[in-house]
């Protein structure tokens, strides 16, 4: 990976113990001690108690049970970019075992970190979905680059205990290992000094990592993560609570840039950078993303001619009081409801949801008024396709962002939209994000800080309830 910093700890374990198939002890050598003077004790696949031997001698001078606390420093790490499958593949393997077993973590539509870390850690919404958005009032584009800079479109970074400034992001995707490298540091660094509470920290380097060295490089940066954790218990004596989660998954497939200009262009639309007459359209160009954004004063028209794009999955748009989606062949409508939402299908099935609401009105949860309530649809839908996607798409055009765009597109997994001068100097493209489907929208949460088994799944938005409540003291005899 080339990183120029790398966390102080072993990359093995100089001895492990194991019965029936199952690891039980792991010996570490911290410090080149003349014999191992760290020990792991694992049950159920998990570590659960920590010996020190702090001279080495063979006699064991504390040991700890691994247990949360409320006393304890809490610091969670939030990773851009991670498919769940990925991280599942890993523990499956034997990584990560300072945690309970993975959860799928379900973001928001669009795919992307800015939004998606408003949820997470619950500060004011965003401008828009990307730094460069167009404004109705002022009816132009914004700088995008001075936004991104600036921060003004990521208020969620008031919350952050460390992340690197704007300016070092700015090189994630042109110098991705310098940039982690100076993350994993900084990362370390301040949790050192942190007390008790929730400590967050943000990496932005993995994007790039994961951008242009795909898969490869993802699993290389998580295994330094891995190390961080281990690094960060041994220091606290494992009086310390970690959390580790993703703001959105990754295609892990190279993606085409394409452009839609000549399809709207010949259909009778003007593109351009402000809105003056019925044909004009103001597309979004940023980044390297799988899915596009479009302004404009004829939201179905624009959308009648993306749907029929080979590179287009899904289009969507705001229609008075319901969110349209289509595809070819296929079109429906979305109403939020009390307690849920409801999905017409009078003219096809675009997010193919038939099969799972079937299930759900058996299982009795579809009201007599075709109200399809929200957490069972969240919960039966969290491995579909298109992950949650009533709720998702509701919310990209109603309360995610303060400037939302009038028809978004989600592309297929091996198309991505954006900026050609960014495309220039990334390209290939490894793997991207920002579309509704399942491997851009699923991400993953590891914790430590629970005491309570943790759902199969959860939304962005439910993090802090899982991973900071109070924990009840246990009984005393």
């Known amino acids: 990976m080339g990183c120029q910093y790398h ?23 911290i410090g080149h001690k003349k014999r191992p003077n760290y020990f792991e004790r694992f049950q159920n696949g998990r570590i659960t108690t920590l010996s020190f031997d702090d001279d080495a001698d063979g006699t064991i001078d504390e040991i700890v049970e691994m247990a949360p606390n409320n006393d304890d420093p809490h610091l969670v790490l939030i990773l851009d970019g991670v498919p769940f499958d990925l991280v599942r593949s890993m523990y499956d393997d034997g990584r990560f075992r300072l945690f309970a077993p993975p959860i799928r973590m379900v973001s928001v539509f669009p795919s992307m970190t800015d939004l998606a870390l408003t949820r997470i850690v619950r500060s004011k919404r965003c401008i828009a979905a990307q730094s460069l958005y167009f404004d109705r009032e002022t009816n132009r584009l914004s700088n995008g680059n001075s936004v991104y800079l600036n921060g003004k479109n990521a208020p969620w970074r008031e919350r952050m205990h460390y992340c690197a400034t704007q300016h070092v992001g700015a090189n994630a995707y042109l110098n991705p290992p310098f940039v982690f490298s100076t993350e994993l540091r900084g990362m370390y660094e301040s949790f050192k000094k942190a007390g008790p509470g929730i400590a967050f920290a943000y990496s932005v380097g993995t994007a790039g990592l994961g951008t242009r060295g795909g898969e490869h490089a993802i699993r290389a940066y998580l295994l330094e993560i891995e190390k961080l954790c281990e690094r960060i218990t041994y220091d606290r004596r494992g009086r310390v609570k970690i959390s580790i989660l993703g703001d959105h998954g990754h295609t892990l497939r190279q993606g085409r840039r394409v452009t839609f200009k000549q399809a709207l262009t010949a259909a009778g639309f003007r593109i351009g950078a402000s809105i003056r007459g019925p044909n ?11 899915y596009a954004q479009f302004h404009t004063d004829r939201a179905r028209a624009v959308a009648d001619v993306l749907a029929k794009q080979p590179s287009v999955a899904l289009v969507a748009f705001r229609e008075a009081d319901r969110v349209v989606v289509q595809r070819p062949g296929a079109a429906a409508t979305i109403g939020k409801r009390e307690g849920g939402f409801d999905y017409d299908t009078s003219h096809g099935d675009p997010l193919e949801l038939a099969g799972i609401i079937e299930a759900l009105q058996d299982a009795g949860h579809v009201a007599a008024d075709d109200t399809i309530a929200d957490r069972p649809l969240f919960d039966a839908s969290a491995t579909h396709r298109y992950p949650d996607p009533l709720h998702r798409l509701w919310s990209c055009f109603d309360d995610l962002v303060d400037k939302p765009a009038d028809v978004i597109a989600s592309l297929k997994p091996e198309y991505c939209h954006g900026s050609k001068f960014f495309h220039f100097f990334v390209a290939p493209i490894a793997s991207t994000h920002g579309g509704l489907e399942y491997e851009s929208s699923v991400t993953f949460l590891l914790t430590n800080a629970s005491r309570e088994p943790l759902p199969a799944a959860c939304r962005v938005d439910d993090v802090l309830d899982l991973i900071a409540q109070p924990i009840a003291e246990r009984p005393t005899d």
Do not use: L, S
């Open 7 to 29: 966390v102080d700890w072993p990359d093995a374990p100089v001895e492990t113990r194991g019965r029936d198939g199952e690891t039980t002890t792991r010996a570490f050598n």
């Open 280 to 290: 004009d359209v103001v597309p979004i160009h940023y980044g390297i993303v799988t």
